[in-house]
């Protein structure tokens, strides 16, 4: 094969036990291509879950002893096997006993997000790395594959570019499936993911904020029949019970944290040339918050860029009833004023050829 040749490297990556899918990475999407290499480690591994059996994943909240490692080409990443063979068995590596993961920053210039080649701790569904976290949640403990990655610009997968990788799970703490976490655990997630999604956007990382809004959003979805029922019952002592000992938010509480979060969605949108998308983000954000200024304008922004233009003035007079003399909304006002001043001075101009 030569590893120089995108064809063959696509060829090496075909077949039933090969698993695609797209991530999100701070440069933007990514298709990844994982491949099971049937390898296990040499070390005896041990993993503190349900007796250690092979058969249990990573779930949420385990924390993975995880190594990543890039290769130049495919013919290194074939040649897994004889790697590290003869590579002395390190006991602190056969169980997990971090109680927080490896701290190391997002980086604009890098895919994996991970320092390569070393044993690091991941805590899984925090997203610090889409594409590792992806690979992780497939994998038992002492497992091996290889990842093929290409960017993905506007919809097209471009095949004149890949780097290849391989990840290692050494072992993996307990975790949950989504639908044994408690309510107050969802919605510690949901804070931790807004957070990091509010410094992600403020570094630059626009595709990793809208990542950690989207899975904000996803995990409050699986909260909201539990918002309704509490509400439902009208049972105010159960209501703050659970509060205090989960630390719940109150229905008023849980839909502002919704409308932010739309509205932080839009935002990013909005950046990443996105505004059909924005728009639906500011509308679900304006619904359940009218009052929410920044949902407004950014509706407004979204509606003037797919150039509906009654809607963008319904959106910035709304604005203005929020935040009179606003200096954001005037001034898109006056600017979709001019603008249709200018498309009628053109319409009338064509009009005036046509019977002229």
């Known amino acids: 094969m030569d590893p120089g040749n995108p064809l063959e490297m696509l060829d090496h990556y075909d077949g039933d036990d090969v698993t695609s899918w797209v991530s999100v990475c701070p440069r933007g999407l990514w298709k990844v291509q994982q491949k099971r290499?049937?390898?296990?480690?040499?070390?005896?591994?041990?993993?503190?879950?349900?007796?250690?059996?092979?058969?249990?994943?990573?779930?949420?909240?385990?924390?993975?002893?995880?190594?990543?490692?890039?290769?130049?080409?495919?013919?290194?990443?074939?040649?897994?096997?004889?790697?590290?063979?003869?590579?002395?068995?390190?006991?602190?590596?056969?169980?997990?006993?971090?109680?927080?993961?490896?701290?190391?920053?997002?980086?604009?210039?890098?895919?994996?997000?991970?320092?390569?080649?070393?044993?690091?701790?991941?805590?899984l569904g925090e997203g610090q790395c889409d594409i590792t976290e992806a690979c992780?949640?497939?994998?038992?403990?002492?497992?091996?594959?290889?990842?093929?990655?290409?960017?993905?610009?506007?919809?097209?997968?471009?095949?004149?570019?890949?780097?290849?990788?391989?990840?290692?799970?050494?072992?993996?703490?307990?975790?949950?499936e989504t639908w044994e976490t408690s309510p107050g655990e969802k919605w510690e997630w949901v804070k931790s993911h807004k957070e990091r999604g509010g410094v992600r956007f403020r570094s630059g990382d626009v595709w990793g904020a809208?990542?950690?809004?989207?899975?904000?959003?996803?995990?409050?979805?699986?909260?909201?029949?539990?918002?309704?029922?509490?509400?439902?019952?009208?049972?105010?002592?159960?209501?703050?019970e659970q509060r205090d000992a989960r630390h719940l938010p109150s229905a008023d509480e849980f839909k502002t944290t919704k409308a932010e979060l739309h509205s932080n969605m839009s935002l990013c949108q909005l950046k990443l040339n996105q505004p059909e998308r924005a728009k639906a983000s500011a509308a679900k954000a304006t619904q359940l918050e009218p009052g929410g200024a920044k949902a407004w304008y950014r509706l407004g922004q979204a509606c003037q860029m797919v150039n509906e233009l009654e809607e963008a003035k319904q959106a910035f007079r709304k604005l203005l009833e929020l935040q009179p003399e606003s200096p954001a909304a005037l001034k898109a006002l006056k600017n979709i004023a001019n603008r249709e001043k200018e498309t009628n001075t053109q319409l009338g101009l064509r009009l005036s050829k046509m019977f002229s």
């Open 37 to 123: 290499t049937g390898e296990k480690s040499q070390q005896t591994v041990s993993n503190s879950a349900d007796d250690a059996s092979s058969s249990h994943f990573p779930r949420l909240g385990s924390m993975c002893r995880v190594r990543v490692r890039l290769k130049a080409n495919m013919e290194e990443a074939g040649g897994l096997v004889a790697e590290k063979v003869n590579e002395k068995p390190d006991p602190s590596l056969t169980e997990v006993t971090d109680e927080v993961a490896t701290a190391f920053p997002r980086c604009q210039d890098s895919v994996l997000q991970v320092p390569l080649g070393d044993w690091i701790t991941l805590r």
């Open 210 to 240: 809208t990542d950690s809004y989207s899975r904000a959003l996803k995990l409050l979805i699986t909260l909201y029949g539990h918002m309704r029922e509490v509400e439902k019952k009208g049972q105010q002592h159960e209501a703050e």
């Open 136 to 176: 992780v949640e497939g994998m038992r403990a002492g497992e091996k594959c290889e990842i093929l990655m290409s960017p993905v610009e506007n919809g097209l997968h471009e095949e004149n570019m890949h780097l290849c990788a391989t990840v290692e799970l050494k072992a993996f703490s307990p975790g949950k």
